[in-house]
Structures are given as structure tokens and as C-alpha cells.
């Protein structure tokens, strides 16, 4: 799979050390309550796919409440579903010629993402009593012309932004006291995992990026346009009519095409990408124009 | 009421925002073959099927090649449903 790909070299020494240290047993460290708070939001208020609009401040307060518990089941659900993507990519690679270097680290990763997909899924059936299922994967990954460099990137590019978009989320729900107790000590752990894993990612994204650039500068552009889609794609896994039906709201797609054309929303997105855009202005990846 | 056709039409425009090489797809063209129709989009395309037939997808229960061409979309989504 990797044969023309270069061995990455990474100085990993501080993570690995971090990961150590910041060991805890999940299965054992929270304490679930049998059941939460119905009066309080079980996500931030501004940062359900309502906030900032007419819609949200239409709707009664009850509704109001059972939309944050949907959208907190969602966006845990779409955690448990990326981890599950990311993981499978990642074991495919441990080991491997082109990762030897960075194998000590991803058994840590393996494991912390393990054990964050199950906190999570946790949190779904047990307060939710469901998972919101996956998108539907079209078609498997078949050759898409880029080079192998190329279709390593896109593979870490695509964890690194999913990493990224999960961790705004997480490092403000942390420290919402508004939030039932499980709420902000899951944010709050994954968020001190993650700053890891999105240092890792970078580092190992601005390696195949600079293959990439040296040997296939040709496949850049399609880079550029891929990554663009690809942000454009998370931000809209977000609005999920099956939570505004769940909560009772009328016309769940046509709200969420509204939803997705309003501007208050299209401004909370620069502030979801705005990490992102700059990591990705940094490395010539995006047009300098797009960064808020 | 909407006919098919507008419905084949409003795909065919959902495609060509997307994806102009295929703007012209035809009824028995390969979609995904054709990548009219990408992995990033495939869920916007199902929330059209789903406004355009009036009928709730499973994305757990979806077949692949119940979305290969345009005519197989029609004869799944936009049949005429006869009732008893």
C-alpha cells in the first residue's frame, strides 16, 4: 500500500511521554448518573445547529432542552462513527515501513481513541438509547489517480480535520457548568487527549506534504479542492434531520437547508474552521481569502 | 404535484451543481461509476431523494444499486405507489 511512499521521520519522544503520564482508566475513572438533568442543556446552547437564528429563539423552552439532549446524542454519535473510520485506518498502517517511526505512538492512539469511542457510545445508549447511524459510505476507496503520497495525505488529513472540528466543540463544552457533570468531564477528557493527537496529526500531515510537494506536485490542486469538500462535508454531518425530527421540529430538511444558508450559521462555521483554514493557509493548501 | 420527471430533473440540476462533466447524464448512465455523484455528496443526494419521494432512508438499509443509474432511482423511489 505504501511502497512509494517515504518512511515519515518524527521526533515523538514528548508525546509518547505525555501519553504516559496522562494515562487513566475510562472504565472506571467517570461516574455515570442513571439518569441526567432534563433541565438542563446536554449541549452548549450556542453551539447547537439552531444557535444564532430565529429558529432557536421560536422555540419553546422545553423544546429548546430536548433539541440540545438530540443534538449532544449526534454529535457523540458522529465522534463514535469518525473513530471508528479513523481507527480502522490507523491499524491498517501500525507497522508498516512507511510508520515504523511512529508506531510506539500509535499504540497510544489506538488505545485512547478505543477507549473515547466507548465513553461516548456510552453516553449515546445509555442517555440517548441510541447511536445516530453513519452517513452511508458510497463507494470504497478505488484508485483516484493521486499518488500514493498524495492518498496517504488525504487519509490524515482527513482525521487531523475531524480531530480538529470535535476539539472546538470539546474544549468549550469542558468548562460549560451549564452541563450535566458526564457532559463536561467527557468533553474535558477528550479534549486533553486530542491536543496530542492533532499535534501528532500535523506533524505527520506536514510530512506527507512535503512528498507530495516534491514528487507529485501535480496532485496539489485536487488537494486543495478535495479538503475544501471535505470541511464543507463535516460541518454539514452536524445538522442532522433525524435530530430536528426527534425533537419534535417541523420540516426537519427543509430546516436544515435554511440552517445551512443562514448567515449566523455560516459565521459560527469560521469559527468551527478557523484553526483548520490556518493550519491549511500555512501549508498552501487553501486560498488565503478563506481564512476568517 | 411533481411529476418524474421534474424529479429526474432535480436530480440531474443537483448533479450538474456538483459535477458539470456530468450534466448530461442519461437515465442509464453509471453514477458512481461516473462519480457524478462523490462519497462527500452522497448524503445531500439522499436528503433530495428523501424531499423528492417523501420517504424516509435508512442509511443503514440503503443497497448501493438502488442508486446506480437514474432509472433504478426512479423505479425504487418514484414508482407509483398502488394502494389496496
Excluded at chain 1, 521526533?11 to 472506571?28: C, F, G, I, V
Aim: proline residues 4%.
Amino acid at each position: 500500500m505504501t511502497a512509494t511512499v517515504q518512511p515519515v521521520s518524527l521526533e515523538l519522544a514528548r508525546l509518547e511521554s505525555m501519553a504516559e503520564s496522562d494515562y487513566y482508566n475510562p472504565y472506571t475513572m467517570f461516574e455515570w448518573p442513571d439518569t441526567l438533568e432534563l433541565d438542563k442543556p446536554w449541549m452548549s446552547e450556542d453551539l447547537v445547529t439552531l444557535a444564532g437564528t430565529e429558529f432557536w429563539d421560536e422555540l419553546p423552552r422545553e423544546q429548546q432542552l430536548a433539541l440540545t439532549r438530540h443534538e449532544a446524542v449526534n454529535f457523540f454519535s458522529l465522534n463514535v462513527h469518525g473513530i471508528r473510520e479513523l481507527l480502522s485506518e490507523v491499524v491498517l498502517r501500525i507497522h508498516t515501513k512507511t510508520y515504523a517511526d511512529a508506531s510506539e505512538f500509535l499504540h497510544h492512539f489506538i488505545g485512547e481513541e478505543n477507549e473515547h469511542m466507548w465513553f461516548f457510545s456510552a453516553f449515546c445508549l445509555r442517555y440517548g438509547k441510541k447511536i445516530y447511524p453513519a452517513a452511508p459510505n458510497l463507494t470504497p476507496a478505488t484508485d483516484d489517480g493521486l499518488s500514493k503520497a498524495a492518498s496517504e495525505l488525504v487519509i490524515f488529513a482527513r482525521i487531523l480535520m475531524f480531530e480538529e472540528i470535535v476539539d472546538y466543540f470539546n474544549a468549550h463544552m469542558a468548562t460549560d457548568t451549564s452541563l450535566p457533570k458526564i457532559a463536561q468531564d467527557i468533553n474535558r477528557i477528550h479534549h486533553q487527549d486530542e491536543s496530542r493527537h492533532v499535534a501528532f496529526g500535523r506533524t505527520i500531515f506536514t510530512q506527507l506534504l512535503q512528498q507530495v510537494k516534491e514528487k507529485n506536485p501535480e496532485d496539489i490542486p485536487r488537494l486543495v479542492t478535495y479538503l475544501d469538500a471535505y470541511l464543507d462535508y463535516s460541518i454539514r454531518s452536524l445538522y442532522n434531520p433525524a435530530v430536528y425530527r426527534d425533537a419534535g421540529l417541523n420540516s426537519p430538511l427543509e430546516l436544515r437547508r435554511q440552517l445551512l444558508e443562514h448567515p449566523a450559521r455560516a459565521e459560527a462555521h469560521d469559527r468551527i474552521l478557523k484553526r483548520t483554514r490556518k493550519f491549511l493557509a500555512r501549508n498552501g493548501l487553501i486560498a488565503q481569502e478563506a481564512v476568517a | 404535484m411533481t411529476t418524474t420527471t421534474d424529479k429526474i430533473a432535480a436530480i440531474k440540476a443537483f448533479i450538474a451543481q456538483r459535477n458539470p462533466e456530468a450534466a448530461d447524464v442519461t437515465l442509464d448512465d453509471d453514477l458512481i461509476e461516473m462519480r457524478a455523484v462523490d462519497s462527500l455528496a452522497f448524503v445531500e443526494f439522499l436528503f433530495l431523494l428523501e424531499e423528492l419521494s417523501g420517504e424516509s432512508i435508512d442509511p443503514e438499509e440503503i443497497d448501493v444499486e438502488d442508486f446506480r443509474t437514474l432509472q433504478r432511482i426512479s423505479d425504487r423511489f418514484f414508482a407509483e405507489k398502488v394502494s389496496a
